[in-house]
C-alpha cells in the first residue's frame, strides 16, 4: 500500500511537472536539451518563477535561459603562428612600451603573434538556479522601485538592465556589490527621474578608482569584477563591462557599442551609451569620461551594439556548420548602429569569380598593417554584393574569407562624402614621382636653413608599397635626415611607406596622390 501511494505521488508530480514544462517556449528547451546534468539548475529557475505565478518575472527568466546558448566564459592565450600558446603575460611588464619591445623580439622568433581562445565554458553547463532567481530579482526591484527606471518598457528592461553578464567575463554577483556599494544614490541626485545623472554620479565615482591601462590590449580574456577591484585598471572591454555591473546593479539602462576597427587608425574600440528617459542614447566612457563629455574623434567604418538576445540575421546566426567568418563581426548578439553616428552609404559591387561554396562576401578597413573585415554581404547573382550602412569619407577593399585569409574580391576603393565609390588603379604607363617625409598624416614644416623636415627615423630603412590586389613594392631607401624621394612609381594607386623594422602596432597609413601631388591619409 505504501508503495503504491508513493508511486501515485511520483506520477502525479511528472504530470505536473510536465504540464508545466509543455508551456515552456521552443527556444528555451533547445538550451534544456544542451544543459546536460545542470539541465536541473534552469528547470528549478522556471519552476521557481511558475510557482509565484510571477508571469513577468518568468518571462524574464525565460529571456535569459533562450539566449544563453552563446554565452560563457571565454579564456585566452597569446599563441604563435602555429596556434602553440607561448605564456606570454602582458602583466609581467611594467608599462606598455616594455611589452611592446618583448612582443616583438618575439615576433622575430616565432613569427606573428595572435590571441587564442583556449577554453570556454558555457553558461547552461555551469550556472547555478540560485544565480539566475537572485539576478531576476535584484533587476526587477530596482526597475519596479527607482523613479529613474520608469520610462523603461519591458523589451528596454530585458537588453539593459536584466542580463547576468556583459562579454565572456567570469560570473560573479556584481548586482549585490553595486547595489551596496551605491545606496547613496537617491540622497544625492538632483532629478531623480533622469537616468543621465544618476549615470553621471557613477561614473564619477568609477573614474576615482579604475583607469585605463593598454597593456590589457594583450590579456584578451575579460576581467570579471574581483579582478577590477583588486587591480584597478582594464582595457576599454573591461572599463565598459564595469560601466555595466554598477550602473544595471542600480537600474540605470546602459549598453555597450563597438567599432571592429577604426578606419583611418589602428586598433578598435568599445564605449557605453545610456538611455535618457526622452529614450535617446547619450555615449560615455565607463571609468573615463560622463553622458555629454566623451567624443569619438576617429573616422568610424562601422559600428554595432552588443545585445543579450540572440541575433537571428546576424552572421553567426545563418553560418553554416563548416563555414568560417572573421573575428568580431561573427557574433550572435550585435545590431548594426552606425547610422546613430555617422553619415552612411550602401555600397554595391560586382565581385570576381566565387570560390566554390563561398556564400559571403566582406568588406575592409585597413588598420595596423592589414586590410580587416567590419561588415558582410550574401554575395547573390552574378557575384551582387551590397554592404549597408558603410560610413563614407573612408578607403575600403571588398573581400572573401577563405582558410583565415582575406582575398581581394575586387578592388579596393574610396567611399566619397557624397556615397560615390571611386577604384584606387595603379596606372603604369603614367609614372609619378613621390618626395615622402612620413608614414603618417604630418604638417610640413621647412627650418630655418630651409631643409624640409622629416618625421622618418634616420638610418633606418623604408619600403614603399602600393597596391594592385597585393603589396607591391617599389623600392627601399634609408633615411638620412631629408625627404626621401621615389621616382617612376605607377600613378592612380593606395600607397603605404613603411619601416623595414616590423613593429606590434604597425602604425604606418595608406594614402593616395591627386594630380596636383598632394597626399590624402586613409
Known amino acids: 500500500m505504501n508503495r503504491l501511494i508513493i508511486f501515485l505521488i511520483v506520477v502525479a508530480f511528472a504530470i505536473s511537472c510536465t504540464q508545466n514544462f509543455e508551456k515552456v517556449p521552443d527556444s528555451v528547451l533547445i538550451v534544456l536539451k544542451k544543459s546536460g546534468s545542470n539541465r536541473v539548475e534552469l528547470e528549478n529557475v522556471i519552476k521557481e518563477f511558475q510557482s509565484k505565478e510571477n508571469a513577468l518575472k518568468l518571462k524574464a527568466a525565460y529571456f535569459l535561459i533562450e539566449n544563453m546558448e552563446d554565452k560563457g566564459f571565454a579564456r585566452f592565450e597569446v599563441s604563435d603562428s602555429d596556434d602553440n600558446v607561448i605564456g606570454f603575460s602582458a602583466l609581467n611588464y611594467p608599462d606598455y612600451n616594455s611589452m611592446t619591445r618583448a612582443w616583438d623580439s618575439i615576433v622575430r622568433f616565432r613569427g606573428k603573434l595572435h590571441q587564442q581562445k583556449v577554453e570556454f565554458k558555457y553558461d547552461y553547463e555551469i550556472i547555478s538556479a540560485d544565480y539566475l532567481i537572485n539576478n531576476v530579482n535584484q533587476a526587477f526591484e530596482v526597475w519596479e522601485n527607482n523613479p529613474w527606471t520608469k520610462f523603461l518598457n519591458f523589451d528596454q528592461f530585458c537588453e539593459y538592465i536584466l542580463p547576468y553578464r556583459s562579454t565572456n567575463e567570469p560570473l560573479e554577483d556584481w548586482r549585490s556589490y553595486f547595489e551596496k556599494d551605491y545606496s547613496w544614490l537617491k540622497d544625492s541626485i538632483q532629478d531623480v527621474n533622469d537616468p543621465v545623472e544618476v549615470c553621471n554620479w557613477i561614473n564619477n565615482d568609477i573614474k576615482s578608482w579604475f583607469r585605463f591601462d593598454p597593456r590589457f590590449y594583450e590579456h584578451a580574456t575579460d576581467l570579471g569584477l574581483t579582478e577590477m577591484v583588486e587591480g584597478k585598471m582594464g582595457r576599454c572591454e573591461d572599463m565598459t563591462n564595469l560601466a555595466i555591473y554598477a550602473m544595471r546593479a542600480n537600474g540605470i539602462p546602459v549598453m555597450s557599442d563597438f567599432t571592429p576597427y577604426w578606419a583611418k587608425s589602428g586598433n578598435n574600440h568599445a564605449w557605453n551609451a545610456v538611455v535618457g528617459a526622452d529614450g535617446k542614447i547619450v555615449i560615455f566612457m565607463g571609468g573615463e569620461a560622463n553622458p555629454g563629455h566623451y567624443k569619438l574623434n576617429q573616422a568610424k567604418a562601422k559600428v554595432y551594439r552588443k545585445t543579450f538576445a540572440l541575433q537571428p540575421e546576424s552572421l553567426a546566426a545563418i553560418l553554416k556548420k563548416n563555414e568560417e567568418a572573421p573575428p568580431y563581426i561573427n557574433r550572435n548578439g550585435i545590431v548594426d548602429v552606425t547610422r546613430e553616428y555617422v553619415p552612411v552609404s550602401d555600397v554595391e559591387l560586382l565581385t570576381r569569380e566565387i570560390p566554390d561554396s563561398i556564400r559571403f562576401a ?161
Open 362 to 522: 566582406y568588406i575592409c578597413v585597413f588598420n595596423t598593417g592589414e586590410w580587416k573585415a567590419i561588415h558582410w554581404s550574401f554575395i547573390e547573382d552574378e557575384g551582387m554584393v551590397r554592404f549597408t550602412d558603410m560610413g563614407t569619407d573612408i578607403a575600403y577593399l571588398p573581400a572573401f574569407f577563405i582558410n583565415g585569409e582575406i582575398i581581394p574580391a575586387g578592388n579596393q576603393f574610396i567611399l566619397t562624402k557624397e556615397g560615390e565609390v571611386e577604384e584606387n588603379r595603379p596606372e603604369v604607363d603614367s609614372p609619378i614621382s613621390l618626395k615622402l617625409i612620413s608614414t603618417t598624416k604630418r604638417v610640413t614644416k621647412e627650418t630655418t636653413d630651409f631643409v624640409e623636415k622629416t618625421f622618418l627615423k634616420e638610418g633606418e630603412t623604408y619600403e614603399l608599397f602600393y597596391w594592385d590586389d597585393k603589396w607591391i613594392s617599389s623600392g627601399k631607401q634609408k633615411a638620412m635626415g631629408k625627404p626621401l624621394l621615389f621616382n617612376d612609381i605607377p600613378s592612380g594607386a593606395m600607397y603605404w611607406l613603411v619601416n623595414t623594422i616590423p613593429t606590434k602596432d604597425r602604425p604606418e597609413r595608406i594614402f593616395t596622390v591627386n594630380k596636383e601631388g598632394n597626399l590624402t591619409w586613409w
